[in-house]
């Protein structure tokens, strides 16, 4: 018995090596305005998740990680950008579609310090991260001659976010950018579990990031008028 239950373990741990929690990623984008942004260094860009609903809200962390990922642009810290605009970008008052922005950068306060902070560009983050099916199971066992843990658990976790970007400035929405990814995790035990993790969440921030890069260094068509 002692036998067959090593050698099963061994095999489990085998298998989810050999699988290794793998990702895949989906990264799409649509133009919607035919001007792009001539150079990141214009303008500081804001990155602002999406929290709205009550049911879910866009990760802070999320937030973060795109920000920091993007290389050539001058990202100015989410929660700097709402408190320095408190509180026209709290949940319930923040503008939902670029149709909102005329009333909002009539506001002269809100127009000076948006200018004062040099922003130009902001991006909303819309998505979140969900566990979408569990199986397997584990049993864990404590003795006066030792314990440990044996079973084979998997996740599957899918990442799906939409970044769109607006242009303060034209008050028109330039594009939207949707990231994908998914991925099961493992996690085979004989006698210590090993958590061999699909980092979805980071496959999809990578991928979203990325293309902002190349979205807003894309090619640039100047406006009429």
Known sequence: MKTFRCTRGLSLLALALALGGCVSATIEEVRTAPALLKAPQEGSIVILGRRHNNGYETESNFVDCVGKSLRSSAVLPEQAFID???????PRTAPLDTADLPALLANEAVAKRIEGLGVRYMIWVDGATNTTDQAGSMTCTISPG?????????????????ATVWDLETQQTLG??????????????????VPIIARVQAQACSGLADQLETFLSGPVTENAG
């Open 176 to 193: 939207r950018i949707s990231s994908d990814a998914n991925g099961t995790s493992y996690m085979p035990a004989m006698i210590v579990p």
């Open 84 to 90: 320095s605009l408190y509180p026209w970008f709290e």
């Open 146 to 162: 030792g314990g440990g843990c044996f079973g084979f658990v998997t996740w599957a976790r899918d990442s799906s976010y939409e």
